[in-house]
């Protein structure tokens, strides 16, 4: 039986919301090992001056602990 931990974790990106999460998993996969999911809680934008300046995701990541 595995045991699997969910961590919160939040992370922004200047392209897009995909970008924003793949930054999320690469940041979180060089101190977690064993990620077997992300799942997108929230999603925002950061606007100034009429213009998406940042796009900003809320992931809850799964990883197996041994």
């Known amino acids: ?3 699997i931990k969910v961590i919160e974790v939040m992370s922004d990106s200047p392209k897009s919301w995909e ?3 793949a930054n999320a998993i690469k940041k979180a996969s060089k101190s977690i090992k064993g990620i077997r999911s992300a799942y997108v809680q929230s999603q925002s934008a950061v606007v100034k001056n009429n213009k998406v300046t940042a796009y900003r995701v809320n992931l809850k990541v799964s990883f197996e602990i041994e």
Request: aromatic content about 0%; hydrophobic content about 65%; cysteine-free.
């Open 19 to 21: 970008d924003a999460t």
């Open 1 to 3: 039986m595995a045991v």
